[in-house]
């Protein structure tokens, strides 16, 4: 498609369920990125992927997160034992990986999680 | 560890002013410095990003400049209209693409 897709754009559940969240780089895309964005904490790095491979998994917040992507394109990232504290806009980004770190990310329009 | 602030939080002006957004970061050792715009329920739309070797980079209305050594860099916006309505997020890029983002100005432009 022409930008990042994300779905679902909205999820509600109960707290203690497991979410999964789901996201579409832009084609020809070889990095992406998740992203957090709360109303306390602001915009928060969670994980990059490079290909198929996460360098960097230092922003995921606890072992009940986890990512991954298959085939160097869709990725889903899964919440396990979803807590309320879990509730916030995912958002998902993607970019070229070539000329070092100086490619703008792309990002979708996020999944707003609701958890009860 | 780097930190992102934006000064001001929230900014009004009447449409047709000329404005600047501030951002400040805390380790110069930064790849480069990346503005973007958030409208509301959507995601974030890449206006410009400058490299650490540059001091800025205009498009349209738009110029971004970049200090390293002090640690600042500012969005100046020209001739600002109601469509540039918005909140407007500053990032530093710290290596492997990691983004730390700045708090945001939410910005406002009357008719």
């Known amino acids: 498609g022409a930008g990042v897709s994300q779905s679902p754009s909205n999820k509600v559940t109960e707290k203690g369920k497991d979410v999964e969240l789901r996201c579409d780089p832009i084609?020809?895309?070889?990095?992406l990125y998740w992203y957090r964005q709360s109303l306390g904490q602001g915009l928060e790095f969670l994980i990059y992927?490079?290909?198929?491979?996460?360098?960097?998994k230092s922003g995921l917040p606890s072992d009940r997160f986890s990512a991954e992507r298959t085939g160097g394109s869709v990725s889903t990232l899964t919440i396990q034992r979803t807590q309320q504290e879990d509730s916030a806009v995912y958002l998902c980004?993607?970019?070229?990986?070539?000329?070092?770190?100086?490619?703008?990310?792309?990002f979708g329009d996020g999944t707003r999680l609701s958890i009860l | 560890k780097q930190e992102v602030t934006q000064i001001p939080a929230a900014l009004s002006v009447p449409e047709g002013e000329n404005l600047v957004l501030n951002c400040s970061f805390t380790?110069?050792?930064?790849?480069?410095l990346q503005w973007f715009r958030q409208d509301p329920g959507k995601g974030l739309t890449s206006l410009l990003l400058?490299?650490?070797?540059?001091r800025e980079q205009t498009s349209g209305r738009l110029n971004a400049s970049l200090d390293k050594s002090s640690g600042r860099s500012t969005l100046y916006i020209a001739a600002s209209q109601p469509g540039d309505s918005a909140t407007y997020l500053c990032?530093?890029?710290?290596?492997?693409?990691?983004?730390?983002f700045g708090t945001g100005t939410r910005l406002l432009v009357s008719p």
């Open positions: 980004a993607s970019s070229f990986a070539t000329g070092g770190n100086n490619q703008p990310q792309h």
């Open positions: 084609s020809g895309h070889t990095a």
């Open positions: 992927f490079q290909g198929n491979s996460a360098p960097d």
């Open positions: 380790d110069s050792a930064i790849y480069n």
């Open positions: 400058i490299q650490s070797s540059q």
């Open positions: 990032a530093a890029n710290t290596g492997f693409q990691k983004l730390v």
